[in-house]
């Protein structure tokens, strides 16, 4: 019988060259190591691929997936858990950092909470870190399910760990935004997901992250995927006329409040109105909160 990693570590790549070996190395100085990373690279432009050849051509662990063109990071993760092996699916993005702990504490929460199939733990926004005694890895503990992802998504891609039992895939391909939310309220919907407060990944602040607000651009393009996010959800899902009710008003409240911290209030008005087309908008405090931004901001 072939002897299956316990973790597979899914790595989208584009465009990363200069902190693509920190990331990688993360993974690879897990002190819980029987795993395999799929580093797939999306048709990157400049020398990601020569970086994720030289890791492979040294550790065996390394799966590298070279993608012909750049397809977005939703089918390059989709092509990395098609090829896992692994019976528990990571994802990290190639941005970003493990610390040494991290599936050492996935590892455990595992082991000790068998009836779960999916976890998430915290992560930090800043470079510093400092490692907890292994004995209090569980601390703080809290199951989500899909009420916790209606109103945000608290958690990214990078927290969560799940069974490749479930089968379950980026549903849109071609969405670039809000992608996140999309694939957790998908997975919530199936199953619930143990969440603990231990701090074990790191999320890089540059420039070239991808939601970027400060241009019309970005903020059309926020405004657009979120709410094809939430369509997309409500069709493809069979649930109630109430919680419909509650994404598509929390939806569009929402992005009527990030253009209107932008102050431009013509582009907000089409989203308040819809916002007022459901009655639970009028017991939410973000209606109330986009009508005072509209009146003095």
Same mark, same amino acid.
């Given at each position: 019988m072939p002897n299956y990693p316990f973790f /597979?570590?899914?790595?989208?790549?584009?465009? @990363?060259?200069?902190l693509l070996p920190e990331t990688i190395d993360s993974v690879l100085n897990q002190e819980y190591n029987n795993l395999e990373l799929l580093l797939i %690279? %999306?048709?990157?432009?400049? *020398?990601? /691929?020569?970086?994720?050849?030289?890791?492979?051509d040294k550790d065996n662990r390394i799966v590298p997936i070279y993608l012909k063109e750049n397809v977005g990071r939703c089918r390059a993760r989709n092509e990395g858990i098609k090829r896992a092996k692994g019976k528990w699916i990571c994802h990290l993005d190639s941005d970003d950092l493990y610390y040494s702990n991290h599936l050492l504490n996935l590892?455990?929460?595992?082991s000790k909470h068998s009836d779960y199939k999916a976890f998430a733990v915290n992560q930090n926004t800043n470079h510093k870190f400092i490692h907890k005694n292994y004995k209090d890895l569980m601390? %703080?503990?809290? !199951?989500?399910?899909?009420? @916790?992802? +209606?109103?945000d998504n608290p958690i990214t891609a990078n927290q969560l760990c799940f069974s490749r039992k479930l089968n379950i895939f980026w549903a849109d391909e071609r969405i670039p935004i809000s992608e996140d939310w999309l694939f957790m309220r998908n997975l919530a919907l199936r199953t619930p997901i143990l969440k603990t407060s231990e701090i074990t990944v790191n999320l890089r602040d540059h420039d070239n992250r991808t939601i970027q607000l400060d241009s019309n651009e970005g903020l059309e393009r926020f405004v657009h995927f979120n709410i094809y996010a939430a369509k997309k959800?409500?069709? %493809? *899902? !069979?649930?109630? @006329?109430?919680?419909?009710?509650?994404?598509?008003?929390?939806?569009?409240?929402?992005c009527a409040?990030? +253009?209107?911290?932008?102050?431009?209030?013509?582009k907000a008005m089409p989203l308040i109105l819809k916002g007022f087309t459901y009655s639970v908008s009028f017991r939410k405090a973000?209606?109330?909160k986009a009508i005072f931004k509209f009146i003095f901001y």
């Open positions: /597979s570590v899914i790595v989208p790549v584009f465009n @990363r060259s200069e %690279d %999306d048709g990157s432009e400049d *020398n990601s /691929s020569s970086i994720i050849k030289l890791y492979s590892y455990n929460l595992i601390y %703080d503990k809290v !199951e989500w399910g899909i009420e @916790r992802f +209606i109103f959800f409500i069709s %493809d *899902n !069979e649930i109630s @006329r109430n919680l419909k009710n509650k994404i598509m008003s929390h939806t569009y409240l929402m409040n990030v +253009i209107l911290s932008k102050k431009k209030k013509l973000l209606l109330y």
